[in-house]
């Protein structure tokens, strides 16, 4: 079925990178920049480049809509593996642009055997904490105690002005204005709950995370919100689907059955969904990883990193139709034509959202600093 867009899409075959690593990997994509050190495990740190999606939160500081501008699904990420990666963070902007990035309740678990124990499609529920009132509050009460916040509000500004509580009032205001808005029926944050959509669609998506998470992300992106990541989690140290695309061992047979026929379907269906409602040309759907694997399969049938070259595939927000960008070598181990690093990408996504990826931007410092690394 994606075969059928390719004629609509970009694909670019030149991507290219030196951190051939899942952490560092992820960590340079989202954000441009590489990691200090290169290691298995690269920390979080607050000296890093800002991802995309924490980009695009700062850009919307001014927005007064209650809807998330930058969200990313359907965990943090590592959150399978109960370690935390990094790649969706704010960096040197600060945590306070950090994009909503929701929770997960996995159902239908399983215990696999090894690594590449893949049964089935990991599948659960999405949740975004802290956006629905507790049982016990009905909304005349919520209403109540707003009015007596913006009460102790006007008298606090007596004691004069402070740094850290206009921060706090600021966290204080949107929080309250996501329980009010919530509560309505046209709220943004309704966009997870997928119950208002018809049976017949949520098929075409997928009855799983991915599947669901995708249509969550058109939801969202109809409601306002700028920049959705949907991440394919591994989760097999809670109870899931392990492997992700981390098809060291067996790549033909996970991909043949359990990767490429819900990427098939879901990426399918989502263009499909786009189109029908007017929202392609205006939204840019990409498909892309950290890193690609090596063209050579190791003995157990399976392929290992290979960051050096890589495919990333864009379709719609005005992309050339059927484009092919940069080539590698008969092997496919190298790039030969137009490489693209991660900069060079990040600065074509921020051109096709209207942003112009040479400006700059402060940093929680108030340093200038190149909004594109």
């Not at 994509?29 to 290169?38: S, V």
């Not at 939160?57 to 927005?63: D, G, K, P, Q």
């Not at 950090?98 to 215990?111: A, G, H, I, Q, S």
């Not at 034509?337 to 051109?351: E, L, M």
Request: proline residues 6%; hydrophobic residues 35%.
């Amino acid at each position: 079925r994606m075969a059928k867009w390719m004629d609509r899409s970009t694909l670019i075959r030149s991507a290219t990178h030196d951190h051939n690593d899942h952490s560092a990997g992820m960590l340079y994509t989202m954000t441009g920049a590489p990691a200090d050190k290169l290691e298995s495990l690269v920390p979080v740190l607050n000296t890093q480049a800002p991802s995309m999606n924490a980009m695009v939160e700062y850009l919307s500081r001014t927005s007064r809509s209650t809807a998330p501008a930058s969200v990313w699904m359907p965990c943090n990420p590592g959150w399978g593996q109960k370690i935390t990666r990094p790649g969706p963070f704010a960096g040197w902007l600060g945590r306070k642009w950090d994009p909503l990035v929701t929770d997960v309740e996995l159902r239908d678990t399983y215990e696999p055997k090894t690594f590449y124990d893949v049964q089935r499609q990991a599948a659960g529920n999405i949740l975004v904490p802290g956006t629905k009132l507790p049982a016990d509050i009905t909304l005349d009460r919520f209403s109540r105690r707003r009015s007596l916040a913006e009460q102790l509000h006007m008298q606090a500004d007596r004691l004069g002005n402070s740094e850290t509580y206009e921060r706090f009032d600021a966290y204080q205001k949107r929080a309250l204005d996501i329980l009010a808005d919530n509560s309505s029926t046209d709220s943004a944050w309704r966009a997870f709950d997928l119950d208002d959509e018809k049976p017949a669609l949520r098929d075409r998506y997928g009855r799983y995370l991915f599947g669901e998470c995708a249509l969550t992300a058109r939801r969202l992106v109809e409601r306002g919100t700028r920049f959705v990541t949907v991440y394919w989690e591994s989760y097999d140290k809670t109870g899931g689907d392990p492997t992700a695309w981390d098809t060291h061992a067996d790549h033909f047979n996970i991909c043949k059955y359990h990767r490429l026929p819900p990427l098939d379907q879901t990426y399918t269906a989502l263009c499909e969904d786009l189109q029908a409602r007017g929202l392609l040309d205006e939204t840019l759907v990409i498909v892309m990883g950290e890193m690609g694997r090596s063209p050579k399969v190791n003995r157990s049938a399976g392929r290992d990193h290979w960051s050096m070259v890589h495919n990333i595939l864009l379709t719609g927000a005005g992309v050339k139709r059927g484009y092919v960008h940069g080539a590698s070598d008969v092997k496919a181990e190298r790039v030969t034509d137009k490489p693209v690093s991660p900069a060079d990408f990040i600065a074509t996504v921020y051109a096709a959202m209207g942003v112009d990826p040479d400006s700059f931007v402060e940093d929680a410092s108030g340093r200038l600093r190149p909004m594109t690394p």
